[in-house]
C-alpha cells in the first residue's frame, strides 16, 4: 500500500577513480571517473523503507548534478507518496517545470539529469512498498494508470494517450550484448583474452568502440572478427566523435566487418545529421544507433520522425526516470524501430533491466533485433545486482528499482571526503 509523507532527501556524490581499473574509456570520454549523484528518499511510515535513485556522471561535475538535486529537493520534501503516485503525470511536470529552474533546462543538462535522480528514487520506494521489482509494478499496473505517469506534452502529433493503450504479454530472459570487452586503450593481448572468455561464456553480441584512430580501428575489428568469427554479432560505437561527412567516410572503410550498426556517430543533437548518416550507410546493411544522451522524449520524437535511427537507445538515467522512458518506449512501438538500451556506468544496467523487460511483455512483445548492453563492471557495489545467464538478463525479484548501493561502498567513494578518496588524492598531492 503507498503511503508515507516524504520527511527527508539526502544527495551523496559517489565517484569510482578510473585508477582503480574500474572500466575502459572511449574516444571522447578518455579518462573518467565513473560517478553518480545518489538520492535517498526517507519517510514517516512505519515500514522504514527508503527509496533510492541515481543518475549517472563521469566524475567532475557530479557536484553540479548534486546542487541540483538540492535545488528540486523542495517539490519532493513533506509530499505523500499517495498524492505523487495519485498524480505523477503532474508532479513529472512540477519537477520539469519549475518556473526558475526551468530556465537552465528545460527536461535537459544538469536539471534534467538531478530529476531523473530524484524520480528514480520514488519508484524505487514505490516498489518496494508494493513488495515487486518495478518491472513487475509497472506490468501489474492498470494500463489506464501506466499511462497517467507519462507527460504527453510535446509528442501529442506523433503519438496520443488514447493511441498508447496496450495489451501486457510474458517473457523469461532478456538478450544482452557485451561492451567489456573491446574498450579504446585495451592491448590487442587483452583483446584477444577477454573475446575469447565472453565467447566461452555464451556472449554471441560484441560491441567495440571505434573512433579515435581509422587505422587501429581496421586492425582492432579485424582481430576481433577474426576471434568470434562471422556469424557473431558486432556493433560499433563512436561516441559522438565525427562530423557527418566523417562518419559516412569512417564507416564506409570498417563495413567489411559487417557491423550491424555504428552508435552514436556525430553530435547527439543533430538529427538532420543522423538522417543524413542512415541515409548513406543503409545500402552497406549498418543502422544507425542513438540516444543515450538524446536529452528528452521530443528529440526522440524528431529522430523517428526523420528516420534517423534504426535501432533507439533509451538510458534509465539521461531521460526524467521511468516516466519520460515510458513514452519513448510507446513512441518506438509506434514507429516499429526495435529498443537496445544503453547500460553499464554506475547502476545503469541495475536500472534498465526493468524497462527492457516491461517494454517485451507490455509494449513490442518481440525480442527481433532486441537486445540491451551489459558491461561487467561496479555491480559489487549494488544491493541487488543485475543477473546475467546465458548472455541474457533474468528478471529481478527483489522489491524496488534494483537502486540501491551497498552503505559501505557509498561511505567509502564519497567525494571527496570517503577512504577511497581521501588515500587517491592524498597519492596525488605527494
Not at 565525427?242 to 570498417?254: C, F, G, I, N, T
Not at 559487417?258 to 543522423?274: A, C, Q, V, Y
Not at 538515467?317 to 556506468?345: I, W
Request: with cysteine; glycine share 6%; aromatic share 8%.
Amino acid at each position: 500500500m503507498v503511503q508515507g509523507r516524504i520527511s527527508r532527501v539526502s544527495v551523496h556524490d559517489v565517484r569510482f577513480p578510473t585508477s582503480l581499473g574500474a572500466h575502459g574509456s572511449d574516444a571522447m570520454h578518455t579518462d573518467p571517473d565513473y560517478s553518480a549523484a545518489y538520492v535517498i528518499l526517507e519517510t514517516d511510515a512505519e515500514d522504514g523503507l527508503k527509496g533510492h535513485g541515481i543518475t549517472f556522471t563521469l566524475g567532475k561535475g557530479t557536484e553540479i548534478v548534486v546542487c541540483a538535486v538540492n535545488a528540486l529537493a523542495h517539490h519532493v520534501l513533506n509530499k505523500d507518496l499517495r498524492d505523487i503516485v495519485g498524480d505523477f503525470r503532474g508532479f513529472y511536470r512540477q519537477l520539469t517545470s519549475d518556473g526558475q529552474l526551468r530556465w537552465i533546462g528545460p527536461e535537459k543538462g544538469v536539471v534534467h539529469l538531478a530529476t531523473a535522480a530524484v524520480l528514480n528514487a520514488v519508484w524505487d520506494l514505490w516498489a518496494k512498498q508494493e513488495r515487486k521489482p518495478l518491472w513487475k509494478l509497472l506490468v501489474d499496473m492498470d494500463p489506464r494508470m501506466l499511462l497517467s505517469c507519462i507527460d504527453f506534452r510535446y509528442i501529442t502529433d506523433v503519438l496520443t494517450e488514447e493511441e498508447a493503450y496496450e495489451e501486457q504479454m510474458l517473457m523469461h530472459g532478456y538478450p544482452a550484448y557485451t561492451t567489456s570487452c573491446a574498450w579504446l586503450g585495451y592491448s590487442d593481448d587483452m583483446l584477444q583474452q577477454l573475446c575469447t572468455e565472453a565467447l566461452k561464456s555464451g556472449w554471441t553480441r560484441f560491441k567495440v568502440k571505434v573512433g579515435a584512430d581509422l587505422q587501429d580501428d581496421i586492425r582492432r575489428c579485424r582481430l576481433i572478427r577474426d576471434i568470434i568469427g562471422p556469424e557473431k554479432t558486432l556493433m560499433m560505437d563512436a561516441n559522438q566523435r565525427w562530423d557527418v561527412p566523417e562518419a559516412v567516410e569512417w564507416m564506409s572503410k570498417l563495413a567489411e566487418f559487417k557491423p550491424l550498426w555504428i552508435e552514436e556517430p556525430t553530435s547527439p543533437d543533430d538529427i538532420l545529421g543522423h538522417a543524413t548518416i542512415s541515409k548513406a550507410l543503409a545500402p552497406l546493411g549498418i543502422g544507425v544507433a542513438t540516444g543515450e544522451q538524446c536529452h528528452n522524449r521530443v528529440i526522440f520524437k524528431q529522430l523517428l520522425q526523420a528516420k534517423a535511427l534504426q535501432f533507439l537507445q533509451i538510458d534509465s538515467c539521461r531521460l526524467g526516470s521511468v516516466n519520460e522512458n515510458l513514452s519513448v518506449l510507446l513512441m518506438a512501438k509506434k514507429f516499429g524501430v526495435p529498443v537496445c538500451p544503453h547500460a553499464g556506468g554506475v547502476g545503469l544496467c541495475e536500472l534498465v533491466q526493468h524497462l527492457i523487460i516491461f517494454d517485451f511483455i507490455s509494449v513490442s512483445a518481440s525480442l527481433t533485433n532486441r537486445m540491451c548492453e551489459y558491461v561487467d563492471h561496479l555491480h559489487e557495489h549494488f544491493k541487488y545486482p543485475v543477473i546475467i545467464k546465458n548472455a541474457s538478463y533474468m528478471p529481478p525479484k527483489e522489491a524496488g528499482y534494483s537502486t540501491e548501493m551497498k552503505e559501505e561502498s557509498v561511505k567509502k567513494h564519497q567525494y571527496p571526503d570517503g577512504e577511497v578518496w581521501k588515500k587517491f588524492l592524498a597519492a596525488q598531492g605527494n
